[in-house]
């Protein structure tokens, strides 16, 4: 059906008729999505359309009808322009209007974010998905499918600052799963770029725990940073998993064996080959089938839990000669500058053990027992360490002695009272939240009928049967067949529930 | 608070107290039998009777360096296998002697082929009678029946069948005289086969049956408790157990541990182990332990000097004490250990009256280095065993203590970091999880 002149003036004249209040707003959504399909199929036609719109006041409709514009492909001359039109909007538009159409505006977004990578200009789309999220974002604890596109952005232009900034927020609400691990993947290795250590085994830690059925790749990569990071920052790698840990994680990253890496590969391709999927996990799939049919592929965790064994000797030379004799595995996982720092961790670790021990040392006695080659040396390690705020001490260059001295410390200012505080306001936020939670789920049909009711005596008892403990730990699994049959016991229990409550208010 | 002390009494000069100088005392005491003089082989081995006295002499002469002492252990455990009836430990000490001590001692197979008929048919013998005694089911004879076979194996140097056939006694007993008995051969032949996990378990079972117990057979349950103890690694048990041997144990028990021993074993796993208070306490003071220690006047002063803060000549004694302990079964393992625990604690007692020592004048008392002595602190602090810092430069060691008010803050913080990192990644899951669990549902649906 053609898309004739009058179809067009009434299209623009609803959206600017309708984009007043939510409900005009919700009527045009339902209208807009019935003319979906004649916006895409005449896509080519539709720009003159969009100078007729203001974008800050009719967002809605300039995104149903910019993202049937963008859907196409693009040609290359196209993309610059396609840029600015998308980022001049993302500026302007009003966050609560897109909401309405979360998917298209998180489809146009990522249309952005692949033309600022083909013509090789990541930088361009930072700040336009910095926008973007924000504007996506229920709340700051919400993760959108936008995050990682804006931290693989943040790390490809190299603007860590601005991905930092974003990976502070606490987030509690994930919308996807994949989204999560991404996210957490890259996230982590933003934090590593910047040094911060503790939060990037943190975020990494969370994908390797993360609940997930099979193993994906994502968790594996994550595994071998993981491990790295964990070596550099704690100076230990524990190789037991905590309880929580999903068994598919459990079993596959502990030996990575050939015919389950086929196995979860073909699975992995067929539920992430979409137009949402990051490239650079599809490169990964691509190898990794690839080495597997062609030759003995070796596990690829192998190589880092050695590299925690030598590590544990203490023994400088035996780590080196190790990461010497495997340089190219670690080179293939884009690991061998993390590598080096585990490397150049190991020195440093040893010199803090040498605090604990000594008041005064000497700087050949210190290159003597870190098995460096010089007292020059271990003057230059000890002064970045000292720089780093790694340790305390002071370097007489006359007798060639360190001195080490106490952490500085004394926990008795006003700014170390400020921090305490906050922390407690922190944890008590956080345990509310738990208990808002608990308690939703303690209504929760699905869960009353999992658990074991004894019924008899009056409704109060009820209450008492339910253990809390129970909750948090409750796996939802195969709830259909159950669910249908706790109705009607829910039914009374809720109001034998409320019954009681008031029974025990004496409000009978 | 020490007043100037002229008058009366003598002052202890500056280098008796940081040098610890032993006062020369005599020696003419009569010659101990462990000492530090090399081992006299023949006193060592009339100490001890029976099986464990072969099998002592073997050992002996493997660790031995001296192919003189070898020979002469050789010799004697030769004489000691002829009066008994067990062929094969024959024939394995006459391929060790292999000719050496001449042609009194080389194979006499005429004998070995004599003990071995008569061996088979007292066999025989046993088994008609103890075939006899089970038709019979005359409780007491087929209990003696067992123990007989039990002994005769035991001759023979067949020890799981001796074991086995003492174990099976145990349906047969009737008082608890019978137990106890049965009780000892089992501890008897676990020791000798070195299984000392039966060894516990069977003076568990002695030490419950109510009566019967007299002195002596408590002495030897103890020591059998105190070697199971000693080969376990648990050095304060074993310390405890052989403490409490009393002096009735006399010479009764010598075909497994002879009261030298008791003295050896009990003073060196309490020396490593006990602190100073227990060391004095159930060492020093202990009228009953005294006795034992008589018999090992150099194992005594050792103790004496450890609990004087006299170092230097306790580990003097120690050194040489070494060669021959680590002549003895049950010991030979543990030396090393002992030693080292013994040097240890005699280090962290040394620092620990002190707010700084100066390094110089400690590794005086210990006689070593400064820079051993350093390395062996070292070690120490590392392993939190001394609370101290080492100032290299000056050579002096500090005690330090830790500030308890900046450590529990800074546990205070961890522990807070930590907790709310934990909780943060819990609710993470959870929702995971949630989000699983409703698209799951929305797809059934």
């Excluded at chain 2, 066999?123 to 005359?138: G, P, V």
């Excluded at chain 2, 007993?173 to 089992?186: P, V």
């Excluded at chain 2, 304060?236 to 409490?244: D, G, Q, S, T, V």
């Excluded at chain 2, 306790?314 to 393992?333: A, F, P, Q, R």
């Amino acid at each position: 059906m053609n898309l004739n002149m009058n179809s067009v003036e009434s299209l623009v004249a609803q959206i600017q008729g309708l984009s007043g209040n939510i409900g005009e707003l919700t009527q045009l959504r339902n209208y807009l999505m019935q003319c979906d399909d004649l916006l895409r199929t005449e896509s080519t036609r539709l720009a003159p359309l969009l100078t007729e719109l203001d974008p800050s006041v009719h967002s809605l409709g300039y995104l149903y009808i910019l993202e049937a514009c963008t859907c196409g492909t693009i040609l290359k001359e196209e993309a610059n322009e396609l840029v600015l039109s998308v980022a001049r909007f993302i500026n302007v538009c009003a966050a609560d209007q897109i909401r309405l159409a979360p998917e298209k505006f998180i489809s146009i977004c990522k249309r952005l974010k692949e033309q600022v990578v083909l013509l090789e200009d990541p930088m361009r789309g930072v700040a336009p998905l910095l926008t973007s999220i924000r504007k996506l974002q229920s709340s700051t604890e919400q993760l959108t499918t936008l995050h990682p596109d804006f931290l693989l952005l943040c790390l490809m232009s190299k603007c860590y600052k601005t991905g930092l900034s974003v990976l502070e927020d606490d987030v509690f609400e994930v919308d996807q799963p994949r989204d999560l691990f991404l996210y957490c993947y890259y996230g982590g290795m933003i934090c590593i770029g910047q040094k911060k250590f503790r939060k990037a085994l943190e975020l990494l830690h969370n994908v390797v725990t993360a609940p997930m059925p099979i193993i994906s790749a994502i968790a594996v990569e994550a595994y071998k940073k993981y491990i790295l990071v964990s070596l550099i920052h704690l100076g230990q790698f524990a190789t037991s998993f905590p309880k929580y840990t999903s068994s598919a994680a459990q079993r596959n990253l502990k030996n990575f064996s050939q015919s389950r890496i086929i196995h979860d590969l073909l699975h992995l391709a067929k539920i992430s080959y979409a137009p949402a999927c990051p490239d650079r996990l599809l490169h990964i799939c691509m190898d990794l089938a690839l080495s597997t049919f062609s030759k003995q592929w070796d596990s690829g965790i192998f190589p880092y839990l050695e590299l925690v064994n030598s590590y544990s000797t203490g023994k400088v030379s035996e780590v080196e000669n190790y990461v010497q004799m495997n340089k190219d595995k670690f080179e293939s996982d884009n690991n061998l500058g993390l590598v080096k720092q585990v490397v150049s961790s190991m020195y440093k670790r040893n010199i803090q053990r040498l605090t604990q021990t000594y008041l005064t040392l000497s700087l050949q006695d210190i290159a003597n027992t870190v098995q460096l080659n010089s007292a020059k040396e271990a003057e230059m390690h000890v002064l970045q360490m000292i720089q780093e705020g790694d340790i305390y001490a002071t370097i007489n260059q006359k007798d060639g002695m360190v001195r080490f001295l106490e952490d500085p410390e004394q926990y008795k200012t006003c700014e170390m009272i400020e921090h305490l505080d906050f922390s407690i306001q922190r944890i008590m936020m956080l345990s509310k939240k738990v208990t808002t939670m608990n308690e939703v789920m303690s209504c929760d049909p699905s869960y009353l009928g999992k658990v074991h009711i004894q019924l008899g005596g009056n409704g109060r008892d009820l209450i008492m049967t339910i253990s809390t403990p129970f909750l948090l730990n409750s796996t939802y699994e195969g709830g259909e067949k159950e669910q249908s049959m706790a109705l009607p016991m829910t039914c009374e229990f809720l109001f034998s529930r409320k019954f009681s409550f008031y029974y025990g208010r004496g409000w009978y | 608070m020490e007043a100037e002390d002229d008058a009366a009494g003598a002052i202890i000069g500056d280098e008796e107290i940081y040098a610890n100088v032993r006062d020369e005392t005599d020696s003419q005491r009569h010659r101990p039998i462990i000492s530090g003089e090399q081992l006299d082989v023949e006193a060592y081995a009339a100490l001890y009777t029976g099986r464990t006295k072969t099998t002592r002499l073997l050992f002996i002469a493997d660790k031995c360096g001296a192919p003189s002492m070898e020979l002469e252990a050789l010799r004697m455990a030769y004489d000691e296998i002829k009066k008994g009836e067990n062929t094969q430990l024959f024939r394995e000490v006459v391929g060790k002697i292999n000719g050496r001590l001449g042609p009194n001692y080389a194979l006499d197979d005429a004998w070995a082929d004599a003990v071995d008929r008569r061996a088979e048919l007292k066999k025989d013998k046993l088994e008609n009678e103890l075939n006899a005694y089970r038709t019979n089911l005359i409780k007491e004879s087929i209990r003696m029946g067992y123990n007989d076979f039990g002994d005769f194996y035991y001759a023979h140097g067949q020890l799981g069948e001796a074991f086995k056939n003492y174990v099976r006694t145990r349906d047969y007993c009737t008082t608890s005289k019978h137990i106890i008995h049965m009780c000892l051969n089992a501890i008897l032949l676990s020791i000798e086969m070195g299984q000392f996990t039966h060894v516990t378990s069977y003076v568990g079972k002695a030490e419950q049956t109510a009566d019967g117990l007299d002195p002596v057979t408590i002495a030897k349950l103890r020591c059998a408790a105190g070697l199971s103890h000693l080969e376990g690694k648990k050095y304060k048990l074993a310390a405890r157990k052989f403490l409490e041997v009393g002096p009735e144990l006399g010479n009764n028990y010598t075909e497994v541990i002879s009261p030298q021993d008791v003295a050896t074993y009990g003073s060196l796993c309490a020396l490593a182990s006990f602190d100073r208070s227990e060391l004095k306490s159930k060492v020093i003071d202990n009228t009953n332990f005294r006795n034992f220690l008589e018999l090992v006047p150099e194992i005594r002063e050792l103790i004496n000097d450890f609990h004087t803060s006299h170092y230097a000549s306790c580990l003097e004694y120690l050194g040489n004490l070494k060669t021959n302990l680590l002549l003895d079964i049950h010991l030979h393992d543990h030396v090393e250990t002992l030693y080292e625990q013994i040097r240890s604690k005699a280090l962290i007692q040394y620092t620990l009256p002190f707010v700084s020592v100066d390094l110089n004048m400690m590794a005086n008392a210990f006689n070593t280095s400064v820079t051993g002595l350093e390395k062996e602190l070292e070690a120490l602090i590392t392993n939190d065993q001394i609370q101290a810092r080492i100032d290299s430069h000056n050579k002096i060691l500090y005690a330090r203590h830790a500030d308890q008010r900046n450590g529990t803050f800074q546990r205070v913080l961890q522990t807070g970091n930590e907790f709310d990192r934990e909780l943060r990644a819990m609710l993470l899951r959870a929702n995971l999880i949630k989000h699983d669990y409703n698209l799951k549902a929305a797809r059934k649906h």
